[in-house]
């Protein structure tokens, strides 16, 4: 059986029934259609009508108008009418005078209860909190992170991350860069620097904390004039973070570097040393090629 065959059934068939439903819908609304009563009403209808036939037609033979009653006897007649007797009312019950509940007993009210829970939830909250903050606050600095001593590698390697970096080497878990201090410039340093910072400066290396000491922004490097400019208001700093220009205060803040006899470096991120005050160019480093910002000439 190919397809159109089947179609052709379908639509027959669906045809067919189309005409059965119509004709049976047909039927019935013929049958029941809008205003046609049941045999049921219709039964009722007649009964009602005779009674009607039968009720007396003149004014005298119609009972005489009832009396309006109060509502009470309408009730009782009515109680009458559905019980046999009128019904009694429910005897009032007797009160019970109030007691009011032994406080031993009942232990302790729901307002109680939550009062004295908020205090001591509060009361706990404020003295965990106080002894967590000491701890922080007594604990030693752990390694590692920044705010301790965060060991960077080998001198020797970081040597070659200033080199491969153009001249600057980031240390993100330290936020520092470590640049190259010239070694003819250790003489001078020795005469402006913090003695911490020295032993890092006599083997050649420095450590800046990557923190403007203007509003705090990341000093990013310049490649090209090889200093630091801070994108945020110009100032500018030499690759060993002396103050060039710009706003800021001072010379970048540097942190200790310590140099073990193995050669493992380690910044000391838990001592901040402020930069050197303005004026301060121990290595006489000037731009050495196009800045990365303009207009920090204050
Ligand atoms: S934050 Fe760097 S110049 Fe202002």
Same mark, same amino acid.
């Given at each position: 059986?190919?397809?159109?065959?089947?179609?052709?059934?379908?639509?027959?068939?669906?045809?067919?029934? *189309? /005409?059965? %439903?119509?004709? &049976?819908?047909? =039927?019935?609304?013929?049958? !029941?259609? +809008? *205003? /046609?009563? %049941?045999?049921? &009403?219709?039964? =009722?209808?007649?009964?009602? !009508?005779? +009674?009607? /036939?039968?009720?007396?037609? &003149?004014?005298?033979?119609?009972?005489?108008?009832?009396?309006?009653?109060?509502?009470?006897?309408?009730?009782?007649?009515?109680?009458?009418?559905?019980?046999?007797?009128?019904?009694?009312?429910?005897?009032?019950?007797?009160?019970?005078?109030?007691?009011?509940?032994?406080?031993?007993?009942?232990?302790?009210?729901?307002?109680?209860?939550?009062?004295?829970?908020?205090?001591?939830?509060?009361?706990?909250?404020?003295?965990?909190?106080?002894?967590?903050?000491?701890v922080a606050f007594l604990w030693p600095f752990g390694t590692g992170g920044f705010g301790s001593k965060v060991p960077?590698?080998?001198?020797?390697?970081?040597?070659?991350?200033?080199?491969?970096?153009?001249?600057?080497?980031?240390?993100?878990?330290a936020?520092?860069?470590?640049?190259?201090?010239?070694?003819?410039?250790?003489?001078?340093?020795?005469?402006?620097?913090?003695?911490?910072?020295?032993?890092?400066?006599?083997?050649?290396?420095?450590?800046?904390?990557?923190?403007?000491?203007?509003?705090?922004?990341?000093?990013?490097?310049?490649?090209?004039?090889?200093?630091?400019?801070?994108?945020?208001?110009?100032?500018?700093?030499?690759?060993?973070?002396?103050?060039?220009?710009?706003?800021?205060?001072?010379?970048?803040?540097?942190f200790?570097?310590?140099?073990?006899?193995?050669?493992?470096?380690t910044v000391d991120t838990g001592i901040v040393?402020?930069?050197?005050?303005?004026?301060?160019?121990?290595?006489?480093?000037?731009?050495?090629?196009?800045?990365?910002?303009?207009?920090?000439?204050?």
């Open positions: 059986m190919n397809a159109p065959v089947i179609i052709a059934i379908a639509i027959a068939a669906a045809v067919v029934l *189309g /005409a059965v %439903s119509f004709i &049976t819908l047909a =039927r019935r609304s013929d049958v !029941r259609g +809008a *205003g /046609a009563l %049941s045999s049921e &009403t219709r039964r =009722r209808d007649d009964v009602a !009508r005779s +009674a009607r /036939a039968a009720a007396p037609e &003149t004014a005298s033979e119609v009972d005489p108008p009832v009396a309006p009653r109060s509502a009470a006897e309408a009730e009782k007649t009515g109680e009458l009418a559905r019980y046999g007797s009128a019904v009694e009312p429910a005897p009032e019950p007797a009160l019970v005078p109030f007691r009011p509940p032994d406080p031993e007993a009942l232990g302790v009210s729901r307002r109680q209860f939550f009062n004295r829970a908020t205090v001591t939830l509060t009361g706990t909250s404020i003295l965990a909190f106080s002894a967590a903050s000491m960077i590698g080998k001198l020797s390697d970081i040597r070659s991350g200033i080199t491969g970096g153009d001249g600057f080497f980031y240390v993100p878990q936020r520092t860069w470590v640049t190259e201090y010239p070694a003819d410039a250790v003489a001078a340093a020795e005469t402006v620097y913090d003695e911490a910072l020295l032993p890092g400066m006599r083997r050649g290396i420095v450590a800046l904390y990557q923190k403007c000491p203007h509003l705090g922004c990341r000093v990013p490097e310049c490649a090209s004039s090889q200093w630091f400019e801070c994108g945020c208001h110009g100032s500018q700093y030499n690759r060993v973070g002396e103050k060039k220009a710009g706003p800021a205060p001072r010379g970048m803040d540097r200790p570097v310590e140099i073990s006899a193995s050669d493992e470096v040393i402020q930069g050197p005050e303005i004026g301060v160019n121990t290595t006489g480093q000037e731009a050495e090629g196009p800045h990365c910002v303009s207009g920090g000439e204050h």
